[in-house]
């Protein structure tokens, strides 16, 4: 495809009507227009729009039904952490029935054979009889490697799920009692990425490919994590990757302890499910970390439901803590029962939390900010199954699983403000997509804002939760889509799509103070197998496909024939390659001088009313929508399908800043010539906007999103 063709796109038809403020065209200068139509009848106004700071869910679910109150919304997880964690997705070694997986794990390192059979939990609700036996000390490291590596070897592994919706053995599709599938056979991960979530200029790489061969993570530099900079990392296999039966786990190496996973956030309240909070069992001898002070259980007494913890290092080191059925709050609030006075960590960070129902401790995170963190030893020593946004802690280095390796860079450049913003989500969990086989769902954005902050920070924070909201449908809905080709239930997605953009527009211009703000956007849906690139204004999505630069967005500016005819046809004009010689894009979000409002009617006269505002139609020598039939910018997005084959390299999405001063086939080339050079997206997508800003000579805001499809070893020359 040349150089700035427009690629075949499906459009959605229809227009939404959205609300000018025509005090602001004054302000702007664009009133000489209507001052020419209209001579001294047109005076400006003031509109005062009030921000609603109502609760947003900023979550997704796994629930096709709409939630229908308040507290089922809170009862969510986050797009950015896993949605399930704890006990469940331990690898236990069993022979029972129950559901059993045959296969061997795979790992980088030599394993060992042992006699001894290891003893370990079954589930949350399961108990050992000797909790409070003070004989039942700390095991050794020695012995929770060699148990550990027993459970791997065992011919017959139970892997456990958390969800209710088990994926099919033989890969077709599981249907309930109403017809509708249960869940389509997820697919067979074939590698996983581990990216850091911070680092140094002494971190060369900063994300990590783990094929089905396993591999370690370690400071030396035959691990496939290889990570020198973090000096508390053992040299080889501190923390190991395994494979099985189409899953990775992760468990401890060679130097067992200092491996933990992230525990998913929950609430305490009545409303929150207590299967949320029952994931992480207090055994005696589990050790976890909040903040800077580790802990460990050291005993249970079941008679009077007392749980024994000792704080192993930070400020409360040696201080043991009895916490009775009344549960304990973790934080840096002296309302706390352990107070640790950490300032890394919330007031109310984390909880421990009795079940009397199970006579079981457990515990929770209470949403902090910074985490709360489970130890990978004792009854949590055998290998834990990842999942998409798990968070882990190896040593002193914190690490994100993902789906796609992808690097993301932005700089103010030349201007005195930033106004550009980026989403990145590995796994939106929409689960009616899951149920149509487009499973996972990747998301991934940039967001150019014009005129301030404030609706590429609003795209930032909402576009993709109403994306997830569009695809929510009751089952009766979802059954006849079972049936339909993928060119149907691409149209179908293209308009859920399409409605999530225009709401999203609506809540942005009815909700803030500063409506005339704008921003494009240039959005990526990776469903299945299938690339859905939504595009509104200039941003880009650009595919390198077998090194070609394959242009997958239209931009959106005014000089455009159609878009150009399309503002005629509403009553507006380009002139200079802007529309009334002000705004650069013909399709925004926002700008609220640009698209035309309803009127309110007047209140009721009565005695008692206040006087109307200056925003009342009647006060009003003209009406907007008498000059313009329409919009003139509109934030219906075009949307291209592109199936994901073996010869994509890799997706990047940039704002303008980048594109005004390199053709889409010299940023390929660039991002592959550096990818192969540094070995690393993330360093490649800092020297591409450092390129655009500093050898190009850009003047505007420079944002770059890089999603990768190959490993960077396997780009071609």
């Known amino acids: 495809m040349s150089e700035g063709q427009d690629v075949q796109t499906l459009k959605m038809p229809g227009l939404v009507p959205f609300y000018v403020n025509v005090s602001v065209f004054w302000r702007l200068g664009t009133y000489r227009y209507f001052r020419f139509l209209f001579g001294s009848f047109l005076m400006p106004v003031t509109v005062a729009r ?37 006990v469940n997705r331990l690898l236990r070694s069993s022979t029972s029935s129950g559901g059993g997986v045959s296969g061997n794990i795979r790992s980088s390192s030599s394993s060992h054979s042992h006699s001894r059979s290891s003893k370990s939990k079954s589930g949350p609700n399961s108990k050992s009889a000797d909790h409070e036996t003070e004989s039942d000390e700390v095991n050794t490291e020695v012995a929770e490697k060699e148990t550990a590596e027993l459970a791997l070897e065992s011919s017959a592994v139970n892997v456990r799920s958390s969800s209710a919706l088990s994926p099919c053995a033989s890969g077709g599709v599981n249907v309930d009692d109403d017809d509708v599938p249960s869940f389509f056979a997820e697919q067979i991960w074939t590698h996983v990425v581990l990216k850091m979530t911070a680092f140094s200029e002494e971190d060369a790489v900063t994300s990590f490919v783990f094929d089905t061969a396993g591999g370690g993570i370690g400071s030396s530099a035959d691990n496939v994590a290889s990570i020198p900079a973090d000096k508390l990392l053992g040299a080889k296999d501190h ?20 491996t933990f996973v992230r525990l998913s956030p929950c609430e305490t309240g009545d409303d929150t499910d207590a299967a949320d909070r029952m994931q992480w069992p207090l055994d005696p001898h589990v050790s976890f970390r909040v903040g800077k002070s580790d802990f460990v259980v050291t005993a249970f ?37 352990i107070h640790t006075g950490d300032g890394e960590l919330s007031r109310k960070h984390a909880a421990i939390w009795f079940d009397e129902l199970t006579n079981q401790f457990y515990l929770i995170d209470l949403n902090s900010t910074n985490g709360t963190f489970m130890k990978l030893v004792g009854s949590y020593q055998e290998p834990y199954r990842l ?15 993902n789906r796609f390796d992808f690097g993301a860079h932005a700089d103010m450049g030349a201007r005195k403000y930033m106004e550009d913003s980026h989403t990145i989500i590995q796994d939106m969990c929409v689960e009616s997509l899951s149920r149509l086989g487009l499973h996972p769902q990747s998301y991934f954005a940039v967001y150019d804002g014009h005129g301030g902050e404030e609706a590429s920070l609003f795209l930032g924070e909402v576009l993709h939760l109403n994306i997830a909201d569009a695809f929510y449908m009751p089952k009766a809905e979802l059954r006849p889509l079972v049936d339909k080709s993928p060119e149907e239930l691409q149209s179908m997605i293209t308009k859920r799509l399409t409605d999530a953009f225009e709401q999203t527009d ?11 703000a704008g921003s494009t956007a240039t959005t990526v849906l990776v469903a299945g197998n299938y690339i859905f690139v939504s595009n509104v204004g200039d941003s880009r999505t650009v595919l390198s496909r077998a090194g ?30 802007r529309i009334m010689g002000e705004l650069a894009v013909s399709r925004a979000f926002g700008d609220a001088p640009f698209k035309t409002f309803d009127l309110p009617e007047p209140p009721a006269e009565d005695v008692d009313s206040k006087p109307r505002s200056d925003y009342d139609s009647q006060e009003l020598p003209i009406n907007p929508n008498d000059i313009l039939k329409g919009p003139l910018v509109i934030p219906t997005p075009e949307v291209t399908v592109t199936e994901l084959t073996d010869d994509c390299d890799f997706l990047m999405l940039a704002s303008d800043g980048l594109y005004d001063v390199m053709k889409d086939q010299e940023a390929v080339d660039f991002l592959r010539q550096k990818i192969e050079q540094l070995g690393d997206v993330q360093r490649a997508a800092e020297a591409i906007v450092e390129h655009a800003i500093y050898h190009q000579r850009s003047t505007d805001n420079v944002t770059c999103v890089v999603v990768m499809f190959k490993e960077p070893k396997k780009l071609e020359s």
């Not at 089922?72 to 964690?85: C, E, G, L, N, Y």
């Not at 609506?506 to 005339?516: D, T």
């Not at 967005?553 to 200079?576: C, L, M, W, Y």
Request: proline share 4%; hydrophobic share 30%.
């Open 50 to 86: 009030k921000h609603d700071d109502h609760d947003r869910r900023r979550s997704s679910t796994l629930r096709l039904e709409p939630l229908q109150s308040e507290n089922a919304r809170k009862a969510t997880t986050s797009f950015v952490r896993a949605r399930t964690s704890g």
């Open 239 to 258: 923390a190991r990757i395994l494979y099985t039966s189409g899953r990775f786990y992760l468990t401890n190496g060679d130097h067992v302890g200092d």
């Open 301 to 337: 007494h079941e008679p009077s439901q007392t749980l024994e913890v000792s704080a192993l290092s930070g400020k409360l080191a040696g201080t043991q803590f009895a916490i009775g059925p009344e549960g304990a709050g973790i934080g840096r609030s002296a309302e706390n029962k």
């Open 387 to 401: 999942e998409i946004g798990d968070d882990l802690l190896i040593a002193q280095t914190c690490l994100t699983v």
């Open 506 to 516: 609506e809540e942005f211009l009815n909700g803030s103070e500063r409506p005339q």
């Open 548 to 577: 070609k630069a394959e242009r997958l967005s239209n931009d959106h500016k005014p000089s455009r024939p159609d878009e150009a005819q399309r503002i005629r046809d509403t009553g507006g004009f380009v002139i200079h390659g």
